[in-house]
């Protein structure tokens, strides 16, 4: 028993400092040491053979060996956590104190920006902000709005036409041509339409036309105000416009309504805004360059043309009552009920705002020319 007790030991002297990792070792622990399958367990199963001497002495050896593979297996233990400890600290070293990596960080686009902006401020005089289609009929784009088909004023709008079999089962509200809308006064009838009296919406959407070049982009957005109740002026609409002028652009810009024609306002106007470079004059004198220099205005002499309104004025758009055949259109008897509505650009009162020269900035998709914006 002896000699096998002795090899038992020299194989485990050999093997254990060969495990490769803590599993093998876990194995070899098992073979040896085993209460049930272990080879000493195997070896000391004979013990009962021997006389009480000998078992005496044999198992005293044998608790000898169980220590001394024990010690083997404690040593081999500790140096294969040394090692994972070591290789741990190389592979899966972090600094802690490094910066961490910073996600890019998206923003707002300006447009929607002046969105929000415009709403904002018309919501502060009760102008509700509703949305209409961006597709629609024929109907809402031009007929209700005292444009017949086959009128000339409908080509003033490059409109984009869809390839759509005409619907609505023939009527004529939802049947004819599909369009792209070319602006957002086909808002003012289906907001008429809902049949609530008083009427103070400003509908902001996308717009579509045929046009592309500085001033110009196939989808745009415009934001249409309508008020619709008894006893409105134009005094109403011009107070409101200069409201709002006065809000976006600065306490100091004025408006002015100058005559024009819709179809679908009676009278019509366009607005203009004073231009902020000149300060209303249209000149810039060498002593005024850069300074606003409202109400007086230099000698011709003096001065040079300013080049951002050559005028003294910029055009912001149209305007004007209400005619009494698009109240009409929207059920509404025009001798109680009056109103005024008007159509502006978002990109052009921005692009006013900041001096933006050319709107296809705007859509460009170049971050670093919106960061800076
Ligand atoms: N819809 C016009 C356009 O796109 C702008 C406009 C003019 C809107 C007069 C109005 C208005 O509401 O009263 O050119």
Aim: contains cysteine; hydrophobic residues 35%.
């Amino acid at each position: 028993m002896r000699e096998q007790l002795d090899q038992l030991l020299r194989d485990a002297r050999e093997k254990i400092p060969m495990a490769p990792d803590m599993a093998a070792l876990d194995v070899l622990e098992l073979e040896c040491l085993g209460r049930k399958q272990g080879t000493l367990t195997a070896v000391l199963r004979g013990l009962g053979a021997l006389s009480e001497a000998e078992r005496k002495v044999a198992g005293q050896h044998g608790n000898a060996v169980k220590q001394d593979i024990e010690q083997l297996l404690a040593a081999k233990r500790a140096e294969l956590t040394r090692a994972r400890i070591a290789t741990l600290a190389q592979d899966e070293w972090v600094d802690m104190t490094a910066p961490g990596t910073t996600l890019p960080r998206g923003a707002v686009h300006p447009v929607s920006r002046a969105i929000s902006e415009i709403a904002a401020i018309f919501e502060r005089i009760g102008f509700i902000r509703s949305r209409h289609p961006e597709v629609d009929s024929d109907y809402y784009a031009f007929e209700a709005l005292n444009m017949p088909v086959g009128h000339p004023a409908r080509d003033e709008w490059e409109t984009f036409f869809v390839a759509h079999a005409t619907g609505g089962g023939g009527k004529k509200k939802e049947g004819g041509r599909i369009v792209l809308t070319p602006h957002t006064s086909n808002g003012q009838v289906r907001e008429m339409e809902k049949g609530l009296l008083p009427i103070r919406m400003v509908n902001i959407g996308k717009c579509y036309r045929r046009q592309i070049d500085a001033t110009h982009t196939p989808m745009f957005h415009q934001f249409e105000g309508l008020l619709v109740d008894q006893d409105v002026s134009v005094t109403h609409l011009k107070g409101t416009i200069d409201y709002f002028v006065r809000a976006y652009f600065g306490e100091e810009r004025r408006t002015r309504l100058r005559p024009y024609h819709f179809r679908f306002t009676e009278p019509s106007f366009e607005i203009d805004i004073s231009c902020a470079v000149c300060g209303g004059t249209g000149f810039l004198s060498s002593s005024f360059r850069g300074v606003r220099n409202e109400g007086s205005r230099p000698s011709q002499d003096q001065a040079t043309k300013c080049k951002t309104c050559k005028s003294g004025w910029l055009e912001l758009g149209g305007a004007g009552m209400v005619h009494p055949n698009v109240l009409v259109s929207g059920g509404i008897d025009p001798k109680r009920h009056r109103g005024f509505a008007f159509g502006w650009g978002v990109e052009r009162v921005l692009m006013m705002k900041y001096g933006i020269s050319d709107i296809r900035l705007l859509y460009g998709n170049d971050v670093r020319w919106l960061r800076a914006c």
